[in-house]
């Protein structure tokens, strides 16, 4: 599959339903989206993943990463974050984190594939933070849980 990788231009429109996939809080996206630098990853002109990222003095923190259900499980994710992951070290930035739930065992195994070592645990972060519950995998989302790359 032939995709392209590119920062969001400042007029163009991030895909709601694709960001809400990755995070069900709408008001935590509000909060973090206009702070972030948005990449979108393209098949054929449409959007089939989003990532966003902050960078904050020498840390950058990956605040929400997903790929359309449809496209899932071909790659396309793996290369959203290995592009994040090289933009990241082209900043000069020495730390990248990335949080996730407990439940997300895909996720939690790509993180770890793309050289992201666990780091830190939020727990009951799922229950003080949604107001509804988290399932994924048959499991109950209660904590999250922090990864981090460190550059030399």
Same mark, same amino acid.
């Given at each position: 599959?032939?995709?392209?990788?590119?920062?969001?231009?400042?007029?163009? *429109? /991030?895909? @709601? !339903?694709?960001?809400?996939? $990755?995070? #069900?809080?709408?008001?935590?996206?509000?909060?973090?989206?206009?702070?972030?630098?948005?990449?979108?990853?393209?098949?054929?002109?449409?959007?089939?993943?989003?990532?966003?990222?902050?960078?904050?003095?020498?840390?950058?923190?990956?605040?929400?990463?997903?790929?359309?259900?449809?496209?899932?499980?071909?790659?396309?994710?793996? *290369? /959203?974050? @290995? !592009?994040?992951?090289?933009? $990241?070290? #082209?900043?000069?930035?020495?730390?990248?984190?990335?949080?996730?739930?407990?439940?997300?065992?895909?996720?939690?195994?790509?993180?770890?594939?793309?050289?992201?070592?666990?780091?830190?645990?939020?727990?009951?972060?799922?229950?003080?933070?949604?107001?509804?519950?988290?399932?994924?995998?048959?499991?109950?989302?209660?904590?999250?849980?922090?990864?981090?790359?460190?550059?030399?």
């Amino acid at each position: 599959m032939i995709y392209s990788i590119s920062k969001a231009q400042p007029d163009e *429109a /991030l895909p @709601q !339903h694709l960001l809400l996939l $990755a995070d #069900e809080n709408p008001d935590l996206i509000a909060v973090y989206l206009p702070h972030s630098e948005s990449f979108l990853l393209k098949v054929d002109n449409q959007i089939l993943g989003v990532c966003l990222i902050q960078q904050k003095e020498q840390i950058g923190e990956i605040m929400n990463i997903a790929i359309e259900p449809a496209f899932q499980g071909q790659g396309l994710g793996k *290369a /959203l974050l @290995q !592009h994040v992951i090289g933009f $990241a070290r #082209e900043q000069g930035l020495q730390r990248l984190l990335i949080k996730t739930g407990n439940s997300g065992i895909g996720q939690i195994a790509l993180y770890q594939q793309q050289g992201f070592d666990l780091v830190a645990v939020n727990y009951n972060y799922f229950l003080e933070a949604y107001p509804q519950p988290i399932w994924e995998n048959g499991i109950r989302c209660k904590h999250q849980l922090v990864f981090e790359i460190a550059f030399s």
